[in-house]
T-cell receptor, first 113, second 112 residues
Framework: DSGVTQTPKHLITATGQRVTLRCSPRSGDLSVYWYQQSLDQGLQFLIQYYNGEERAKGNILERFSAQQFPDLHSELNLSSLELGDSALYFC????????????FGPGTRLTVT | GQQVMQIPQYQHVQEGEDFTTYCNSSTTLSNIQWYKQRPGGHPVFLIQLVKSGEVKKQKRLTFQFGEAKKNSSLHITATQTTDVGTYFCAGPSGAGSYQLTFGKGTKLSVIP
C-alpha cells in the first residue's frame, strides 16, 4: 500500500460525458502528479501540482483539467470524452518538487463507450 | 524533447535465468529512477541513481548508471516468478524539470 488513494477504481461512461477522478496523496507529500497509461503504453505525464499550484504540464489535452485543493487532494477533470480517452489514470505523490521518488496510487480505469 | 528509450520491449526467460533491461536517454540526466509495475498493479518505486557510474544492489537486482549519465541498466540474477512485471526507467524531462519522462518499459515474463 503506497498510501496514495484514488477513487473511483473503475469508471464506465459514454462519449461526450464529463468525469472527475480523485486522488489523495500520501500524508505529508506536497506534490501530486497525474499520468495516463493506455494499453501497452508507458506512462504519459499529464500535470503536476505542488502545494496547490500547477508546476509542470505534460501532454495534457485542453479537454482535461486538474486542481489541487488546500487539503492537498487533487482532482482530474476529463470532459467531452472520446473513445481514445479510455485508459488507466494514475495519481502519484512525492515529498518535494523535483527529483524525489514518486508513490503511485492504485489507479482509475476509465472506459469510454 | 527529451526521450527515454528502453530495450527490450519484452523478455521471456526461464526461471533461474538472468535478465537485463537497458535504458538510454537522449540527454544527460541528473538522476534516473526505476519502477516496477506488476500485472494489474501500479508502478512501485525501486531505486534512484544520481552519481556517474553508480552501482546499487537490492538483493538479486543490480542497477547501474552510466559514466556519461545518459544510460542505465537493471540486471536481475536468477529470476523468480515474483519478478514478473514491467520495469520502467524514468528521468527528469529536462534541466531543472519537475516532471519525469518514463521509458515505455520492459515487460518481463518468467516461465516456471
Amino acid at each position: 500500500d503506497s498510501g496514495v488513494t484514488q477513487t473511483p477504481k473503475h469508471l464506465i461512461t459514454a462519449t461526450g460525458q464529463r468525469v472527475t477522478l480523485r486522488c489523495s496523496p500520501r500524508s505529508g507529500d506536497l506534490s501530486v502528479y497525474w499520468y495516463q497509461q493506455s494499453l501497452d503504453q508507458g506512462l504519459q505525464f499529464l500535470i503536476q501540482y505542488y502545494n496547490g499550484e500547477e508546476r509542470a504540464k505534460g501532454n495534457i489535452l485542453e479537454r482535461f483539467s486538474a486542481q489541487q485543493f488546500p487539503d492537498l487532494h487533487s482532482e482530474l477533470n476529463l470532459s467531452s470524452l472520446e473513445l481514445g480517452d479510455s485508459a488507466l489514470y494514475f495519481c502519484a505523490s512525492s515529498a518535494g518538487l523535483a527529483n524525489y521518488e514518486q508513490y503511485f496510487g492504485p489507479g482509475t480505469r476509465l472506459t469510454v463507450t | 524533447g527529451q526521450q527515454v528509450m528502453q530495450i527490450p520491449q519484452y523478455q521471456h526467460v526461464q526461471e533461474g535465468e538472468d535478465f537485463t533491461t537497458y535504458c538510454n536517454s537522449s540527454t544527460t540526466l541528473s538522476n534516473i529512477q526505476w519502477y516496477k509495475q506488476r500485472p494489474g498493479g501500479h508502478p512501485v518505486f525501486l531505486i534512484q541513481l544520481v552519481k556517474s557510474g553508480e552501482v546499487k544492489k537490492q538483493k538479486r537486482l543490480t542497477f547501474q548508471f552510466g559514466e556519461a549519465k545518459k544510460n542505465s541498466s537493471l540486471h536481475i540474477t536468477a529470476t523468480q516468478t515474483t519478478d514478473v512485471g514491467t520495469y520502467f526507467c524514468a528521468g527528469p524531462s529536462g534541466a531543472g524539470s519537475y516532471q519525469l519522462t518514463f521509458g515505455k518499459g520492459t515487460k518481463l515474463s518468467v516461465i516456471p
